[in-house]
């Protein structure tokens, strides 16, 4: 079983500040996915990263991919109190033979950003 | 805004009973995904479908857990017994509008869940 371990699993910031959350694995995917979620909601899309070394923004959102597509970044500036949310990322496995793609999650920064 | 409808949103229940979960994906998506939500585990991947047929469903408890798709705008997950440990948030997700059969290239939609309680 491939599995995404995120960091920091809790973060409180106050409004302003910069921080950056990360999404680390010792597999390989052929892509992943940021999702951000709010409570009584389901994950809404942010991006997904494809090639290694990729990166994409998002307004005041940064994704980074690893230049081995095992691992993440999410970089957010000067965060808002809107930004508050559980961020998660989920990379798709590659098929194996005889299987088929996944899509696994990690279990998420719960981040809260403080007026 | 098309989205992923489910039904219903709270559900509480005792155990041993029979507990149906339904899905409507968003029309024209041909992948649909089932998963399970704990404060514990996260986000499981529980079951999932593609143009209607299970691609993956090792990710549930096969004795039982059953999830079928009796035709494109409906996705059923059911629990028969219902268990206390069953108890989470259930998502259905739905994807791909046929063009490509990689993952990796489809944008999922969640709905907004099924809060099971099971007492």
């Known amino acids: 079983t491939q599995l995404l371990e995120q960091s920091p699993q809790f973060l409180s910031i106050q409004e302003g500040e910069n921080l950056t959350v990360y999404c680390n694995s010792s597999?390989?995917?052929?892509?992943l996915q940021w999702y951000r979620q709010e409570p009584g909601e389901g994950p809404v899309l942010l991006v997904t990263?494809?090639?290694?070394?990729e990166v994409k923004k998002l307004k005041r959102l940064t994704f980074q991919f690893g230049d081995a597509r095992k691992d993440s970044s999410l970089h957010i500036t000067a965060a808002q109190p809107g930004d508050t949310g559980l961020y998660l990322c989920a990379g798709v496995s590659p098929r194996t033979q005889g299987g088929s793609e996944k899509l696994v999650f990690g279990k998420g920064t719960k981040l809260t950003v403080n007026p | 805004d098309a989205r992923v409808t489910q039904t219903p949103r709270h559900k509480v229940t005792e155990m041993g009973q029979e507990v149906t979960m339904r899905c409507q994906p968003i029309l024209g998506h041909n992948t649909v995904f089932w998963y399970r939500q704990t404060m514990m585990q996260g986000l499981e991947l529980l079951a999932y479908f593609r143009n209607r047929a299970p691609l993956d469903d090792s990710g549930m408890p096969k004795d039982r857990f059953s999830a079928e798709m009796p035709d494109a705008t409906l996705a059923t997950l059911k629990i028969q017994p219902s268990e206390p440990r069953d108890s989470a948030v259930y998502f259905c997700a739905s994807g791909g509008s046929g063009k490509t059969l990689l993952l990796s290239q489809e944008k999922l939609f969640f709905g907004s869940g099924t809060q099971l309680s099971v007492l």
């Open positions: 597999s390989v995917f052929s892509s």
């Open positions: 990263v494809v090639t290694g070394g």
